[in-house]
Each structure stands twice: as C-alpha cells, then as structure tokens.
C-alpha cells in the first residue's frame, strides 16, 4: 500500500508565523505535489517537484515555498502565515519518468491549517 | 495554463438513479483525465481515469466518456448507492508534464 503521510493533520498557528507542512512517501516515487482545498474552490496546485532539489511553481505559489532535499519529503514552507492561507493542505505523490504515462497520485490525509 | 470547469457543484439522486458529472478543459494538449473520489474526512482516491486516445472506459458502475473535440469529458455513475456519496473531482493533464489542473468538484448525495 502506497502511504503519504503527512506531519500533521491539525495546525493552528498565528499571523506571521513561519510554518512548515511536512510530507513524506514510501513508494520511491518522482513527483510530489502540494494543493490547498477550499470550498467551491476545489483542489488548487501550490508547488511541485518532479525530482529531488527540483521545484516548479503550480497555480498559486504566491506566500508559499518549498523544500525538496531527499526523494520521499517534500516540505511547504508558509513564510509569513496570513489568515488567507487558513485552509485544507493536501500532499500528493506518483510515479513518473519522462515519456511515461501520467499515473495516479496519492495523498495524504491533509493538514486543516488556522491561522489566527 | 489548464483551465478545468466541473457542473454541478452539487448533485442529489435517488438511490438506484444515474448521476451525471461534466467537465471541460481548455488546453488542447491535455491528454490525460483522471477522476478522483473524496468521502468525508478522507483523503481524494482515484476511481478512473481516461487517455485522450480512447473515448469512453467503463468499470462496472462508473464511466468516464471524453469528446476530445469539443473538450469535454463525463463521469457516469449508474445504479447509484448510498456509499457512492462523496465529493468527485476531475482532473486534466499533459502525458510527460506532471502539472495536474483539477476541476472545483461535485458533491454527490445519493438518497436511499
């Protein structure tokens, strides 16, 4: 059984704040992904990473950053917590090489994040 | 970048009905469209998916149709059961780019 993990799955934390999501996969696989999810809003992409070291940015990176340092964690990093990113952070990961079929990501349970 | 629009947000059906989800997309390069399911307090799973060179892949009760040139593709649930509610979300994307743009989501209740 694929396992993402994520370090938390409740955070409260306060208006500039540094906080770290962490995340952490068995599966060896490439890619990782981190999205927020907001009512009506769906599932929206922060960051991704396909290779270790490796980042690129998804639909709304802005506040956010990340850490990708060794193949099975990657890290969001909230530089300064704003109460706009209270939200629902949802970790994913799945296999992929180049040339190869897109595949089924998994995800973590989430972490509910409060910024107060 | 992807744009992927889901109708409806919300979808009530009687117990044994059909439900219906639609979705678009707006890059013609996507080529790739997963659906995921989300029950409450879990964690989005994938129940099927589709690649641009087919039309329509069936699994038992669900069916994903995809009509590359007007770029719409359809979740069909038949027969539909109380655990099939949940929140279901497609998705679109580029086979060798790992973005994946997902659709805002329909929350389905299916009523005994």
């Known amino acids: 059984d694929v396992k993402v993990t994520q370090s938390s799955r409740y955070l409260v934390k306060r208006t500039g704040e540094k906080v770290f999501l962490e995340c952490v996969q068995d599966?060896?696989?490439?890619?990782m992904f981190w999205y927020r999810q907001d009512p009506g809003l769906g599932l929206r992409l922060i960051y991704f990473?396909?290779?270790?070291?490796?980042?690129e940015k998804g639909d709304i990176p802005e506040g956010y950053s990340v850490s990708r340092e060794k193949k099975e964690r990657f890290s969001l990093i909230l530089e300064s917590a704003s109460t706009n990113q209270t939200s629902m952070y949802l970790c994913a990961s799945s296999f992929g090489q180049a040339l190869l079929l897109n595949t089924e990501a998994f995800f973590g349970q989430g972490t509910r994040l409060t910024v107060v | 970048g992807e744009n992927v629009e889901q109708h409806p947000s919300t979808l009530s059906v009687q117990e044994g009905d059909s439900a219906v989800i639609k979705c678009t997309y707006s890059d013609s390069a996507s080529n790739y469209f997963p659906w995921y399911k989300q029950e409450l307090g879990k964690r989005p799973q994938l129940i099927i998916d589709i690649r641009s060179n087919v039309g329509e892949k069936k699994d038992q009760r669900i069916a994903v149709t995809l009509n590359k040139t007007a770029k719409h593709f359809s979740l069909h649930i038949t027969e539909t059961q109380p655990e099939d509610s949940a929140v279901y979300f497609c998705a679109a994307s580029t086979i060798g780019y790992q973005k994946v743009t997902f659709g805002t989501g329909t929350k389905l209740q299916v009523i005994p």
């Open positions: 599966m060896d696989h490439e890619n």
């Open positions: 990473s396909y290779d270790v070291k490796m980042k």
